[in-house]
């Protein structure tokens, strides 16, 4: 079983940028594909990046494309986002997920347990 961390959250102006990491604690991570959703206020949570197991294949919402970029070192179990021009509609809880699938269109296994990113216009 995976158990995932997220930090790298915060506050930052429109234009900005933010990484985020996901640390996972299990042995089994380098096995999962894995992936970043979001859940702005008062809305669903939404996708926006995966990677697969191998660095391979690479999947991201339109909102992010150009902007966000999904990278994983898998000898430290770690998943990031780094988060580049930022926009005020940016503002979530940020998860990362692991998944046996493709993360943009299969279930997720499980799931971070958040980071707030908040950005001011």
């Known amino acids: 079983q995976e158990q995932m961390v997220e930090s790298g959250g915060g506050l930052v102006q429109a234009g900005g940028a933010l990484r985020l990491s996901c640390v996972a604690s299990?042995?089994?991570?380098?096995?999962?594909?894995m992936g970043w959703f979001r859940q702005p206020p008062g809305k669903e949570r939404e996708f926006v990046a995966s990677?697969?197991?191998?660095?391979?294949?690479?999947n991201y919402a339109d909102s992010v494309k150009g902007r966000f970029t999904i990278s994983r070192d898998n000898g430290k179990n770690t998943l990031y986002l780094q988060m580049n021009t930022l926009e005020p509609e940016d503002t979530a809880v940020y998860y990362c997920?692991?998944?046996?699938?493709?993360?943009?269109?299969?279930?997720?296994?499980?799931w971070g347990q958040g980071t707030q990113v908040a950005v001011s216009s």
């Open positions: 997920a692991a998944c046996s699938g493709l993360c943009v269109s299969t279930p997720v296994n499980y």
């Open positions: 990677l697969s197991r191998a660095v391979a294949i690479v």
């Open positions: 299990g042995r089994t991570f380098s096995r999962y594909h």
